[in-house]
């Protein structure tokens, strides 16, 4: 039987945001399962309240998982503050847990806040993302922050399509604001359950979190970190057939 990869994305993000990611990583692995979900507060769920704690996020995962008729263990590839969903997940519980791939994220127990959301960004983000009532001003703002390695004329299109989905399925301030708080009071543990295979990967061009909170992470668990050379914080967009090969590599690297 073929494994089942949940993707998880990040902060006021949805699974639609990803683009064709999914399509592609599916055609790289036909023997497998590609499935996307959304956090409690975006996508399908954006009319709930997001939980201001990661955990209460997981069990929110899970029975969306349940409910879809997908059974673990899982193989999770995840994004920023998806990325601290993985990480509780597989803690909460290990055994749902096969391997987990964990981009471009951090935590207050290894990085200060200001390597966990660059300085250089605070003005532009309250400015342009967070506060603007122009949907396409602020993904605008937030794609020119957050990519490095696509051409000024996608951004710009993009732009417009996920204005359309902040149109169609709005997370509201408030629950952008308590996915902020979720994200800036998670505590990593000081150790990972050893049964579980993980790997960190990273942008070293990435312009909103330090890439050094990877590197943090990578360290403090001993784990393998693989880090694209010019790629920003959304990884997938930025390099998505180098983050599907790393994923497929790393996952084989362990079973070896």
Not at 19 to 25: L, T, V
Not at 101 to 122: E, K, M, V
Not at 149 to 167: G, I, K, N, V
Not at 206 to 227: E, F, G, H, M, T
């Amino acid at each position: 039987m073929g494994r089942t990869w949940v993707l998880l994305r990040g902060l006021v993000r949805e699974q639609r945001h990803w683009e064709d990611f999914p399509e592609q990583f599916q055609a790289s692995v036909p023997q497998d399962r590609v499935v996307t979900v959304d956090l409690p507060g975006n996508g399908h769920f954006c009319e709930e309240k997001s939980p201001t704690r990661i955990a209460a996020m997981v069990v929110h995962l899970r029975d969306q998982l349940t409910a879809q008729g997908h059974q673990g263990p899982y193989h999770l590839v995840a994004l920023s503050l998806g990325a601290m969903v993985a990480v509780q997940w597989l803690c909460q519980a290990p055994r749902e847990v096969a391997f987990a791939g964990l981009i471009n994220t951090s935590a207050s127990r290894y990085s200060p806040f200001w390597r966990r959301l660059r300085p250089a960004n605070y003005r532009r983000l309250l400015s342009d993302a967070v506060f603007s009532r122009n949907r396409v001003r602020k993904e605008t703002a937030i794609l020119e922050i957050t990519s490095n390695l696509r051409e000024p004329a996608f951004l710009h299109q993009l732009a417009e399509t996920w204005a359309e989905y902040a149109r169609e399925q709005p997370v509201s301030l408030r629950n952008s604001l308590r996915q902020l708080l979720a994200a800036m009071r998670f505590r990593a543990p000081a150790a990972l359950p050893e049964s579980v295979p993980v790997l960190i990967i990273n942008g070293a061009g990435d312009r909103l979190v330090n890439p050094a909170c990877s590197l943090a992470l990578s360290q403090a668990w001993d784990l393998p970190i693989k880090c694209h050379p010019q790629a920003g914080h959304d990884l997938p967009l930025d390099a998505p057939q180098w983050l599907i090969n790393t994923l497929i590599e790393g996952v084989t690297d362990f079973t070896v």
